[in-house]
C-alpha cells in the first residue's frame, strides 16, 4: 500500500472472536491469583512480551496520557513496574498518584484492565530489581532523561559513551529511578466471545475481600 492507495475500510476490519467462557464459578476468588492462570496461558500461548501492558496516568490538572511498560513483577500487594521518577509518568504519579493498566492479549482473544492507586517502592527493593538488569540498561537509565527533548541522536549517544566510561562495571542506580506499585481496587477480566456477547468479569475490593461482579459487554 502506498500514498496513493484508497484507504482500508475501517467498518470491515472484523474479527470473529470464539473464546472459552469465563464464568463466575470458575474464577479465582482474588483477581491476582486469577492474573496468575491467565498470565502463564499468556505465556504459554507464545505471546510476544505478554507482560507488556499499557499504563494509563493523568497529570494533577487531569491531562490524560499512556504508554506501554513493561510489567516486572506482581503479588498480592499489586502490580510493579520501573522507571525514571522524572518522567512524564514519573511526574503524573508524584502528583496524581492513580493509575490504569491495561494488558491487550489480542491473539487469544484476552484482555485484564487494572485500577487502582499507586505507591513507589523502597530503595532497597528498586536496587535490588536495577542490578538484575543488564549493564547497557544501567548505563541507559542514567544516559536517558526521559521525556525531556534531546537535540539530536548524537548527544544521547554521546551521553551513554560517557557514562560507561565513567562506571565500566557496576554503575549505581540512580536516585531519579526505582519501581512503582499499583494497588488494584478493580480488576476485569475481558474474554472475548461470539456475536460480540463477551464475558467481562470485575473484581471489585471490598474491605479485605473481592466482590465479582458481570458486566454487559
Same mark, same amino acid.
Given at each position: ?14 474479527? %470473529? ?8 464459578? #470458575? ?13 502463564? #496461558? ?6 510476544? !512480551? ?17 504508554? %506501554? ?25 508524584? #502528583? ?28 532497597? #527493593?528498586?536496587?535490588? =530489581?536495577?542490578?538484575?538488569?543488564? =549493564? ?28 560507561? !566510561?565513567?562506571?565500566? !562495571? ?48
Amino acid at each position: 500500500m502506498d500514498a496513493t492507495s484508497p484507504p482500508p475500510s475501517l467498518a470491515g476490519l472484523r474479527r %470473529t472472536y470464539q473464546g472459552l467462557p469465563l464464568l463466575e464459578a #470458575e474464577v479465582a476468588p482474588d483477581p491476582v491469583s486469577q492474573f496468575a492462570v491467565w498470565f502463564g #496461558e499468556a505465556v504459554d500461548a507464545g505471546l510476544p !512480551e505478554p507482560n507488556a501492558m499499557v499504563v494509563a496516568t493523568a497529570s494533577a490538572g487531569g491531562r490524560p496520557t499512556a504508554r %506501554t511498560v513493561l510489567l516486572k513483577g506482581y503479588d498480592e500487594n499489586g502490580f510493579v513496574f520501573y522507571t525514571n521518577y522524572e518522567s512524564r509518568k514519573g511526574r503524573d504519579l508524584t #502528583e496524581n498518584p492513580r493509575a490504569g493498566l491495561l494488558f491487550p492479549w489480542h491473539a487469544i482473544r484476552r484482555q485484564v484492565r487494572v485500577e487502582g492507586s499507586v505507591v513507589r517502592l523502597s530503595r532497597e #527493593e528498586s536496587a535490588v =530489581y536495577f542490578r538484575s538488569r543488564p =549493564y547497557g540498561s544501567r548505563i541507559g537509565a542514567w544516559a536517558s532523561r526521559q521525556s525531556a527533548v534531546v537535540h539530536s541522536r548524537e548527544e544521547l549517544d554521546a551521553r551513554y559513551e560517557e557514562l560507561a !566510561e565513567r562506571w565500566p !562495571e557496576d554503575p549505581p542506580v540512580p536516585d531519579f529511578w526505582g519501581g512503582f506499585r499499583v494497588v488494584p481496587a478493580e480488576v476485569e477480566f475481558w474474554q472475548g466471545r461470539l456475536d460480540r456477547m463477551h464475558d467481562r468479569l470485575r473484581y471489585r475490593r471490598s474491605g479485605d475481600s473481592w466482590t465479582i461482579e458481570r458486566l454487559a459487554p
